[in-house]
């Protein structure tokens, strides 16, 4: 049949390329055989469509239409008929049909538009060129758009698909359970797949009914979302103009809500009622008769089945008592189904934190079990940021211990507690309620920025959903943690409750683990200074070693002595002599960079290994903590007093290839500042040979 489709649609583009109607008109004698190929045309292609070739292409359609419009613009005045711009709808249709059709379309039409201003010469070839250079422009626009469209509408399909696959897949009672179960795409999938089940089970609930009484729609309205409003699960009707998005109906609101509230049938039976008012209909529709019956189990009522008719009194007492008969039946099923469901995301809950737990009792370095449960979390709750702090009791610091979504590098940084608006908020609770309650706003609207979650600019965002939850262990507030969104409502009350009982589980790990650092800070700094003591600095010099046999960088240390301190201890007593070690540790504190590591060497000996500083670096540090505790003075009680100071100073690699030789030359260099007369720094290539020998200690 296409050998007969093929040269019609030619012949018929060459007739109208030749412009047979544009003068004479409907009273050329070529209409009538015209006309009647033309519709024999169509009907051809009609016919091979449907019955021959169902997949037929829909180009011919298109171009039948082209033809069709060339003619009667012909009839109705040529480029000035008011039909023109019917091109261009045939174009981004055809666009809209097939990816390619939309360039076919126009060219046909500009090649016959072109011949007809070829043989009449009534438009100027400028404004032809205007017609087809937009012709040709929406051609393109619109094939790009329609592309697009398509695949996003192929995407969304394959997704639906997908969907409905994994639900299909779902097996409450099979494995998989655990963090994966809960994703928003898993939850998804459970949600779909129960609402799989339910559709089936509703249908077979209206069937009975259906068969036990007769009514025009039966409409089933459940409280599945347990907060008092009803919504349309499952309807059948003769009718077929149904709304898509059916009303609410609150309990105590409406004919459905009032039987809910009140738990028994609701008959209207001799009155027209509104069909809108029955939140399933689009259009009016004369209802006589309406019965609402309520679904309950025990006290609660789960649903409301409700049946209209267009004939008065449809609903007699005989067939409600019939239908009464099997509502406790359907509340069960609706109710277990409910039950289910809750079940089984209950299981997958407990099953998700097991798995959860075992990543906070993997290890006691809380950082790295945060950041590890952090990753965890997000792929359960949908946040954009993600905070840890935790609370110093003694300097009333919040401590930045675990961020995603911020700057890493703030990590480990403390601000006043007090600058943050929400965390102040957290505390006050605490301390005067003695409550660890969530802390949630759904919208901040245009206040994300300026809420006062950080006093750090760089971490502050336009948020608009914020969850915050205390951490609170032995009675102590610990800290908090924070989730927030740059959507707002991003935190359903199924995510809040999921943290809420995910972080009571963190405040213990992060309270053990605060305990942990504390017995092992016990055991690597000294009890009166809070130094590191003789042990672990030897540790620390001992990496320090490695590290620079394979990355040889500057390393000095100083070893520094208090001078006479058994005069102060002979003079106050040891308690006094406590308090000279406690305040020249402070000093070298305070003097020393963060990146060195300063110690309680034993007795009234402290060392510092300060890493990449050559001699001239440690000598200037030596001097200034020399020149600092001259002046400071020591008060202990009423005793006043002031101490000296004498240091050695070894470097590597000026002193020694060998850092493992630097305690022992710094030693050195030591006695040689005591024997030279004290109260100063003496560097270990200042030291001859001959003073190198231990001084004795006064």
Same mark, same amino acid.
């Given at each position: 049949m296409?050998?007969v489709?093929?040269p019609?649609?030619?012949?018929?583009c060459?007739?109208a390329?030749?412009?047979l109607f544009?003068?004479?008109?409907?009273s050329?004698?070529?209409?009538?055989?015209?006309a009647?190929?033309?519709?024999?045309?169509i009907f051809?292609?009609?016919?091979?469509?449907?019955?021959?070739k169902k997949?037929?292409?829909?180009l011919?359609f298109?171009?039948?239409?082209v033809?069709?419009l060339?003619?009667?613009?012909?009839?109705?005045?040529g480029?000035?008929?008011?039909l023109f711009?019917?091109?261009?709808?045939?174009?981004a249709?055809?666009?809209?049909?097939?990816?390619?059709?939309a360039?076919p379309v126009a060219?046909i039409?500009?090649?016959?538009?072109a011949?007809?201003l070829?043989?009449?010469?009534h438009?100027?070839?400028?404004t032809?060129g205007?017609?087809a250079a937009?012709?040709?422009?929406?051609?393109?626009?619109?094939?790009?758009?329609?592309?697009?469209?398509?695949k996003?509408?192929?995407?969304?399909t394959d997704?639906?698909?997908?969907l409905?696959?994994d639900?299909?897949?779902?097996?409450?009672?099979?494995?998989g359970?655990?963090?994966e179960?809960l994703?928003?795409?898993?939850?998804?999938a459970?949600?779909?797949?129960?609402?799989?089940?339910?559709e089936?089970?509703?249908?077979?609930l209206?069937?009975?009914v259906?068969?036990?009484?007769p009514?025009?729609?039966y409409?089933?309205?459940?409280?599945?979302r347990?907060?008092?409003?009803?919504l349309?699960?499952?309807?059948?009707?003769?009718?077929?103009?149904?709304s898509?998005?059916?009303?609410?109906?609150?309990?105590g609101?409406?004919?459905?809500?009032?039987c809910?509230?009140?738990?028994?049938v609701q008959?209207v039976?001799?009155?027209?009622?509104?069909?809108?008012?029955?939140?399933?209909?689009?259009?009016?529709e004369?209802?006589?008769?309406?019965?609402?019956?309520?679904?309950?189990?025990?006290?609660?009522?789960?649903g409301?089945l409700?049946l209209d008719?267009?004939?008065?009194g449809a609903?007699?007492e005989?067939?409600?008592?019939?239908?009464g008969?099997?509502?406790?039946?359907?509340?069960t099923?609706?109710?277990?189904i409910r039950v289910?469901?809750?079940?089984?995301?209950?299981?997958?809950n407990?099953?998700?934190l097991?798995e959860?737990?075992s990543v906070?009792?993997?290890?006691?370095?809380?950082?790295?079990?945060?950041?590890?449960?952090?990753s965890?979390i997000?792929?359960?709750?949908?946040?954009?940021?993600c905070?840890?702090?935790?609370?110093?009791?003694?300097?009333?610091?919040?401590?930045?211990?675990m961020?995603?979504?911020?700057?890493h590098?703030?990590?480990?940084s403390r601000?006043?507690l007090?600058?943050?608006?929400?965390?102040?908020h957290m505390?006050?609770?605490?301390?005067d309620?003695?409550?660890a309650?969530?802390?949630?706003d759904?919208d901040?609207?245009?206040?994300g920025r300026?809420i006062?979650?950080?006093?750090?600019?760089e971490?502050q965002?336009?948020?608009k959903?914020l969850?915050?939850?205390?951490?609170v262990?032995r009675d102590?507030?610990? @800290?908090?943690?924070?989730?927030?969104?740059?959507r $707002?409502?991003?935190?359903t %009350?199924?995510? #809040? =409750?999921? !943290?809420?009982t995910?972080?009571?589980?963190?405040?213990?790990?992060?309270?053990?683990?605060?305990?942990?650092?504390s017995i092992?800070d016990?055991?690597?700094?000294?009890?009166?200074t809070?130094?590191?003591n003789h042990?672990?600095?030897m540790?620390?010099?001992?990496?320090?070693?490695k590290r620079?046999?394979?990355?040889?960088?500057p390393?000095s240390i100083?070893l520094?002595?208090?001078?006479?301190?058994?005069k102060?201890?002979?003079?106050?007593?040891?308690?006094?002599g406590?308090?000279?070690?406690?305040?020249?540790?402070?000093?070298?504190k305070?003097?020393v960079?963060?990146?060195?590591?300063?110690?309680?060497?034993?007795?009234?000996?402290?060392?510092? @290994?300060?890493?990449?500083?050559d001699s001239?670096? $440690?000598?200037?540090t030596? %001097?200034r903590v #020399? =020149?600092? !505790?001259?002046?400071?003075?020591i008060?202990?009680?009423?005793?006043?007093?002031?101490?000296?100071l004498?240091?050695?100073?070894a470097?590597?690699?000026?002193?020694?290839?060998?850092?493992?030789?630097?305690?022992g030359?710094s030693?050195e260099?030591?006695?040689?500042?005591k024997r030279?007369?004290r109260?100063?720094?003496?560097?270990?290539?200042?030291?001859?040979?001959?003073e190198a020998a231990p001084?004795?200690t006064?």
């Amino acid at each position: 049949m296409n050998n007969v489709i093929i040269p019609g649609l030619v012949l018929y583009c060459i007739s109208a390329g030749l412009g047979l109607f544009r003068g004479p008109g409907l009273s050329s004698h070529y209409l009538i055989p015209w006309a009647a190929g033309f519709i024999a045309l169509i009907f051809l292609i009609s016919y091979h469509a449907l019955f021959i070739k169902k997949n037929s292409p829909g180009l011919h359609f298109f171009v039948l239409a082209v033809i069709g419009l060339n003619f009667f613009i012909q009839l109705t005045g040529g480029p000035g008929s008011p039909l023109f711009p019917f091109y261009f709808l045939l174009t981004a249709g055809a666009a809209f049909q097939h990816r390619t059709w939309a360039y076919p379309v126009a060219g046909i039409s500009l090649s016959l538009e072109a011949a007809n201003l070829a043989l009449t010469g009534h438009a100027s070839w400028m404004t032809f060129g205007g017609f087809a250079a937009a012709l040709c422009g929406l051609a393109y626009v619109s094939t790009r758009f329609a592309s697009g469209f398509r695949k996003e509408t192929k995407r969304a399909t394959d997704r639906y698909e997908k969907l409905l696959s994994d639900a299909d897949a779902i097996d409450p009672l099979a494995g998989g359970a655990g963090v994966e179960a809960l994703t928003e795409k898993q939850r998804q999938a459970t949600h779909v797949s129960a609402a799989r089940v339910r559709e089936d089970a509703f249908g077979m609930l209206i069937d009975i009914v259906s068969y036990l009484v007769p009514a025009h729609t039966y409409a089933l309205f459940l409280d599945d979302r347990d907060d008092g409003v009803f919504l349309l699960r499952g309807i059948r009707s003769r009718n077929r103009a149904l709304s898509s998005s059916p009303m609410e109906f609150k309990k105590g609101n409406g004919l459905v809500g009032i039987c809910a509230a009140q738990n028994r049938v609701q008959y209207v039976p001799n009155r027209v009622i509104s069909a809108a008012s029955l939140g399933y209909y689009t259009g009016d529709e004369p209802i006589q008769s309406v019965l609402a019956v309520p679904l309950s189990q025990g006290d609660r009522v789960a649903g409301v089945l409700v049946l209209d008719s267009l004939e008065p009194g449809a609903f007699p007492e005989e067939l409600q008592n019939t239908l009464g008969r099997f509502t406790p039946f359907f509340g069960t099923i609706i109710e277990n189904i409910r039950v289910s469901l809750e079940v089984d995301i209950r299981a997958k809950n407990f099953a998700a934190l097991h798995e959860m737990s075992s990543v906070l009792s993997s290890s006691l370095e809380i950082d790295k079990v945060l950041d590890q449960l952090t990753s965890q979390i997000r792929s359960v709750v949908p946040f954009d940021f993600c905070a840890f702090l935790l609370y110093d009791e003694v300097t009333g610091d919040a401590i930045i211990t675990m961020l995603q979504g911020y700057g890493h590098k703030f990590i480990g940084s403390r601000f006043p507690l007090a600058q943050s608006a929400i965390l102040s908020h957290m505390l006050t609770q605490w301390q005067d309620r003695r409550s660890a309650k969530i802390h949630y706003d759904p919208d901040l609207g245009e206040r994300g920025r300026e809420i006062g979650l950080f006093p750090v600019k760089e971490l502050q965002n336009p948020i608009k959903s914020l969850f915050g939850r205390p951490l609170v262990a032995r009675d102590k507030f610990i @800290g908090a943690a924070l989730l927030s969104s740059l959507r $707002a409502d991003a935190f359903t %009350e199924y995510h #809040r =409750n999921f !943290m809420d009982t995910l972080l009571n589980q963190v405040s213990m790990v992060v309270d053990n683990s605060m305990l942990h650092k504390s017995i092992r800070d016990m055991a690597r700094t000294d009890g009166l200074t809070g130094l590191l003591n003789h042990r672990t600095f030897m540790e620390k010099l001992s990496e320090e070693c490695k590290r620079l046999s394979r990355e040889p960088r500057p390393f000095s240390i100083l070893l520094v002595d208090i001078d006479f301190f058994k005069k102060v201890n002979d003079t106050y007593g040891h308690p006094v002599g406590d308090v000279a070690l406690t305040r020249v540790a402070g000093v070298l504190k305070e003097v020393v960079r963060g990146s060195d590591f300063v110690a309680r060497y034993g007795g009234e000996e402290f060392a510092v @290994g300060m890493v990449d500083t050559d001699s001239q670096g $440690a000598q200037q540090t030596a %001097e200034r903590v #020399r =020149n600092l !505790m001259e002046k400071t003075t020591i008060t202990a009680g009423k005793n006043e007093f002031h101490v000296t100071l004498s240091i050695g100073v070894a470097s590597y690699p000026f002193d020694t290839k060998k850092a493992e030789e630097l305690v022992g030359l710094s030693d050195e260099a030591l006695y040689a500042a005591k024997r030279s007369g004290r109260n100063r720094v003496c560097l270990r290539k200042d030291v001859k040979d001959h003073e190198a020998a231990p001084a004795k200690t006064v």
